[in-house]
């Protein structure tokens, strides 16, 4: 069964910078796009920052510019590195891994257990 682990999530003060790693079981060329989302308490879980196997970026419009998604394929992993942080990027972030199963473009989606993002003085 894959897993994906995160790791690298933490407290820190508004406009500081974390780097979140997501590192999988197999080989992420297995997958057609991996993606980090976030769930802040009370709110639906949101898209932050997908990377497709043909290595294109989307990233949430609000996001842009300060998120930066990146895959290392030797290492199996992707990661998020977020920069000038504020309270409202609190949440917690998952790693999400994407298999499009058929012709017909159904999907298989795996998640990591997440992580916890704390932004505050």
């Known amino acids: 069964q894959v897993q994906l682990v995160e790791s690298g999530g933490g407290r820190v003060q508004p406009g500081g910078s974390l780097r979140l790693s997501c590192a999988a079981s197999?080989?992420?060329?297995?997958?057609?796009?991996m993606a980090w989302y976030r769930q802040a308490p009370g709110k639906q879980r949101e898209l932050v920052a997908q990377?497709?196997?043909?290595?294109?970026?989307n990233y949430a419009d609000s996001l842009k510019g300060r998120f930066t998604i990146s895959r290392d394929s030797a290492k199996n992993t992707v990661d998020l590195q977020m920069n000038a942080l504020q309270p409202e990027d609190t949440a917690v972030y998952y790693c999400n891994a994407r298999v499009v199963i058929n012709v017909e473009g159904a999907i298989r989606d795996l998640w990591g257990q997440g992580t916890q993002v704390t932004v505050s003085s």
């Open positions: 990377t497709t196997s043909r290595g294109n970026a």
């Open positions: 197999r080989s992420i060329f297995s997958f057609d796009a």
